[in-house]
Nanobody, 128 residues
Framework: VQLQASGGGLVQPGGSLRLSCEVSGFPYNYYAIGWFRQAPGKEREWVSCISSTDGTTGLTDSVKGRFTISRDNAKNTVYLQMNSLKHEDTAVYYC??????????????????????WGQGTQVTVSS
């Protein structure tokens, strides 16, 4: 299994970025992808997740109304559209994968230990 995250960059407050996570190697393309982020000096936190099977999604409260997660099964790619970015969104963003049931489970989806496969991070910096 390989996960390839991309799309980070420098953006002004209020701006937008779209992160992509290319997914390969899961049998039958059967997976859940989660996005996590880690700011300097802080613990890694869960941001969002999506299941490839039924499209179940989850978003942490701090990004609801601003971020949207989606998938393109034909391209085996998961997207995290980030709008109205704030300084506090600055972090390294990681995509991670595991079985579809992880996403949608209140107790599992937020736990980084539940995701077996991890991509490299992509830096998002929100600054004026």
């Amino acid at each position: 299994v390989q996960l390839q995250a991309s799309g980070g960059g420098l953006v002004q407050p209020g701006g937008s970025l779209r992160l992509s996570c290319e997914v390969s190697g899961f049998p039958y393309n059967y997976y859940a992808i989660g996005w996590f982020r880690q700011a300097p000096g802080k613990e890694r936190e869960w941001v969002s997740c999506i299941s490839s099977t039924d499209g179940t999604t989850g978003l942490t409260d701090s990004v609801k109304g601003r971020f949207t997660i989606s998938r393109d099964n034909a391209k085996n790619t998961v997207y995290l559209q980030m709008n109205s970015l704030k300084h506090e969104d600055t972090a390294v963003y990681y995509c991670a994968g595991d079985l579809p049931a992880v996403c949608g489970s209140y107790y599992l989806e937020k736990r980084s230990s539940e995701y077996t496969y991890w991509g490299q991070g992509t830096q998002v910096t929100v600054s004026s």
